[in-house]
DNA sequence: CGATGCCTGCCC
DNA sequence: GGGCAGGCATCG
């Protein structure tokens, strides 16, 4: 489901729910999801209070009192939820859960079974395969644009391909690949090292505003995605190209198309985004 | 590198 | 029934 404003929505939303809850206890009914295994998640998560939430790209960070973090990852259609009574009826999705000291518990929904949640040592959870090789968040002061026009000279594979992967820079999802390529006029199949130093600046500076404004929007709510009180995002009232196919461009009224990029749906405009 | 597996629901 | 879906790890 959630890129970063989806990730970065659940945190904020999730935050004042569960911060400085004691947990008593965790299930689950789908045990691949923690990959540590329950039993030992459940031994070391006992116990500890819920200290703050935090982020990095679409990783969810729990951190815990005695030195713990849990690292989530919603993938595709992970939501949290929090209810104020263990014993309320059950979701169907719902295949993790942690039940606080004060007798309410916080649910993990995912009706695919996509998501991990991961228990580390905090501060050792860069030494996770995903977050080992994380790129910079597209921030103005941490998205440097030599480094990642560096990227892209390197790569002669599509445009969207460089940016899907979050070694190149954290959190743009396929929504938002779409989006941003649209913005800046780029072709998503463009050769990544066919972009000129200017496209590189475009398109970085158009991935920090993006994000940013989608997080301000609470998320896209394209398909199934909540934040944890069960609200959607507001972005998807301004998306340009995903999920319009079809439809008129916004600039120039020629209507989106829909191609395949490495196996994933890609929306553009043929018009605006020529191939170079 | 690109392709495949992981899962289930939904829409044609 | 087939194809598709905000993603990633792993495989060849």
Not at 105 to 131: A, C, I, N, P, W
Request: a positive charge.
């Amino acid at each position: 489901m959630p890129e970063l404003p989806e990730v970065e929505t659940v945190r904020a939303s999730l935050t004042p729910l569960i911060q400085g809850k004691t947990i008593r206890d965790v299930g689950t009914n789908w045990g691949k999801i923690l990959t540590n295994g329950l039993d030992q998640f459940q031994e070391q998560v006992a116990g500890q209070r819920v200290e703050r939430l935090d982020r990095r790209g679409k990783y969810l960070l729990i951190r815990l009192s005695g030195g713990l973090t849990i690292v989530s990852h919603l993938r595709m259609e992970g939501k949290y939820e929090l209810v104020q009574h263990a014993d309320d009826p059950m979701h169907k999705f719902v295949h993790v859960w942690l039940t606080f000291t004060d007798g309410s518990q916080l649910r993990y929904r995912d009706s695919r079974k996509f998501g991990r949640m991961t228990l580390v040592k905090t501060g050792e959870e860069m030494h996770l395969s995903g977050l080992r090789t994380i790129g910079p968040e597209p921030t103005e002061a941490t998205f440097d644009v030599d480094a990642f026009y560096q990227t892209l000279q390197r790569h002669k594979k599509a445009i969207k391909s460089v940016i899907l992967d979050q070694s190149t820079v954290a959190g743009v999802g396929n929504i938002y690949a779409d989006e941003c390529l649209w913005l800046a006029k780029i072709h998503p199949e463009t050769p990544a090292n066919h972009l000129t130093k200017r496209d590189a600046k475009r398109l970085r500076d158009t991935i920090i505003e993006e994000l940013a404004l989608a997080t301000k929007a609470r998320g896209t709510s394209a398909h199934t995605y909540l934040d944890a009180t069960g609200h959607k995002g507001d972005f998807q009232n301004q998306l340009h190209v995903y999920d319009r196919k079809g439809q008129p461009c916004d600039r120039c009224a020629t209507p989106i198309e829909k191609i395949k990029v490495n196996q994933r749906g890609t929306n553009f405009c043929p018009h605006c985004q020529k191939i170079k």
